[in-house]
């Protein structure tokens, strides 16, 4: 008797900055999230379909939940609660060099309402001595009981695997949702914009990257197998245009340069990027603006 096909969504939730971008691409195996030292980094939520031989697993990766200074920050915050409401587990992803703090408290307390089975993803094990998880499990399962504790690290893919297997025990049978090479449900322009707003992050001052968004306007193939893309940074005032451009506009040729490359592993082939910036002040709490940048409230 063989075993039947599963299939299902799990969101993977928790406080900014704790790995859950990094998470998600280990497990895809691939960028699909991107990755930043700045927190609140993810802005949508982001599907990334895993195919495998008897299951079929859709992360959606949410952003970091916090208090919202503006109109971005509600409609951040308004997508990853609605997140876990719409699936069959919720991976709540929390910090091994870190016992529980407000911000995984006022988490968990919103977890307590619900039916779906909580696993509790400590990530980062591999900065901490193994001896030091038993009291972190023990504090933060005073808060919230969970279906599975499960330790990983989501830089080194350590304890990963497992993370995935049982979560696909956890699965009801059901059909496959998506074609086996599907990866994500975003399209090819939002992600390449994403591709380039990491770079940004990556590479501004700290007053930049809530302030930063990023748009793909054109995207043509051009001759010798070469992809023409037109992109724009928008910032919300000339003193963020002018630390995104830099010196020269040495910043902007950098950010550029990287976020080619990833581009080109994205399309598999050359391409040729076109990059500029723009201010729109205020862009963040106009929502005209919200919804030309790809946030929008949930319905």
């Known amino acids: 008797m063989t075993n039947k096909f599963k299939s299902g969504f799990a969101a993977i939730i928790g406080r900014p900055n704790v790995g859950k971008s990094t998470l998600l691409n280990q497990v895809m195996g691939q960028k699909i999230a991107i990755m930043s030292d700045k927190p609140q980094t993810t802005r949508n939520k982001i599907r990334s379909v895993l195919t495998r031989e008897e299951a079929q697993v859709v992360f959606i990766d949410t952003p ?42 006022f988490i968990m307390e919103k977890l307590k ?24 499990i023990a504090q933060f399962q005073e808060e919230l009981e969970f279906a599975e504790v499960i330790p990983v690290s989501a830089a080194t893919g350590e304890n990963v695997d497992r993370l995935l297997d049982v979560l696909v025990e956890k699965l009801p049978e059901g059909p496959k949702y998506y074609p086996d090479d599907m990866v994500t449900d975003q399209p090819e322009r939002f992600v390449m914009a994403e591709l380039i707003r990491e770079k940004a992050l990556h590479h501004t001052r700290e007053e930049i990257p809530h302030a930063i968004a990023v748009e793909v306007e054109e995207v043509k193939e051009r001759a010798n197998d070469t ?10 005032r000339e003193s963020q245009k002018g630390i995104i451009v830099g010196k020269g ?38 929502e005209f603006f919200l919804r030309n940048f790809g946030f929008r409230e949930e319905e």
């Open 249 to 286: 506009g040495a910043m902007l040729k950098t950010i550029g340069q990287l976020a080619r490359q990833d581009i080109e592993n994205l399309l598999g082939s050359k391409v040729f990027l076109d990059l500029w910036v723009k201010v729109k002040k205020d862009w963040r709490n106009r």
């Open 64 to 105: 970091g939940i916090h208090k919202p200074q503006h109109k971005l920050g509600e409609l951040m915050v308004e997508a990853a609660r609605s997140a876990f409401q719409e699936v069959d587990v919720v991976l709540f992803v929390v910090e091994a060099t870190s016992p529980p703090g407000a911000g995984d408290r």
């Open 227 to 236: 992809v023409f893309v037109k992109a724009t940074i928008y910032v919300e």
């Open 113 to 136: 309402g619900i039916k779906t089975p909580v696993f509790l993803v400590i990530n980062k094990v591999d900065l901490v001595a193994k001896e030091a998880l038993l009291p972190l």
